[in-house]
């Protein structure tokens, strides 16, 4: 079954460090977001991404926050500047028309920002 | 108001009872429903979207009444597996756009 795959799985970086989390969507998605769920906390909406660029994004997604398309099959975030409260767990997820809208998940980046 | 709102539980539940989850929306344009199982550090699963008539998976029952901005789950002879956390989630339309979030239902099926 095809899935959502996010690399790497823990990433531990210290404060004002610029980290990059990884996103390989399903290969005839057309629809990117991304995630973060704080410990303890709901997941919330970051960004969706379409036809190579933003088509929403949230208050969270401030100019610490860019995403990027790089080649055909990868989908990035990059966080700027790392905060201690930018721990948190990081869901790239991908959705198709063609299938109901069903947004898939993929298994998270732990980001712990010491 | 939050804009999706759940008993965060905990619910402890003996194994092979019925256990009914419930969730409010404050966005009265939403028009896609859906309940999420996620386990313990892991990413969220869709159980289930959600139909204004109702629907049925097996064990699972979802209820939608617009009216009232309401959502229900309801889980039959409950088993060991179902444990983990039911994330209710609503997005305003049926398109691609962003999923909004409850905080969670957390269940324990105990044996």
């Known amino acids: 079954e095809p899935e959502v795959t996010q690399t790497p799985s823990h990433q531990v970086t210290q404060m004002g460090q610029e980290v990059i989390l990884r996103c390989v969507p399903i290969?005839?998605?057309?629809?990117f977001y991304w995630y973060r769920q704080i410990l303890g906390q709901k997941v919330e909406f970051l960004v969706s991404f379409y036809n190579n660029e933003i088509s929403e994004k949230s208050e969270i997604f401030d100019d610490q926050f860019s995403v990027e398309r790089p080649d055909g099959s990868n989908f990035t975030l990059k966080i700027r500047s790392t905060k201690l409260e930018d721990s948190a767990m990081y869901f790239c997820a991908s959705s198709d028309p063609g299938q109901n809208n069903e947004a898939f998940f993929g298994q998270g980046t732990r980001l712990t920002v010491v | 108001r939050k804009e999706v709102e759940q008993d965060p539980g905990p619910f402890n539940v003996p194994e092979g009872a019925t256990v009914a989850f419930n969730c409010t929306y404050s966005?009265?344009?939403?028009?896609?429903f859906f309940w999420y199982r996620q386990d313990c550090r892991k990413e969220p699963k869709l159980l289930m979207s959600?139909?204004?008539s109702g629907n049925e998976d097996g064990r699972f029952t979802a209820q939608l009444n617009r009216a009232s901005q309401y959502i229900s789950l309801l889980i039959r002879d409950s088993k060991l597996s179902d444990s983990a956390t039911y994330l209710c989630?609503?997005?305003?339309?049926?398109?691609?756009?962003?999923?909004?979030f409850g905080t969670g239902t957390r269940l324990t099926i105990i044996p």
């Open positions: 290969s005839n998605h057309l629809y």
């Open positions: 989630v609503v997005r305003s339309n049926f398109g691609n756009e962003k999923l909004t």
């Open positions: 966005n009265s344009a939403s028009q896609s």
């Open positions: 959600v139909y204004s």
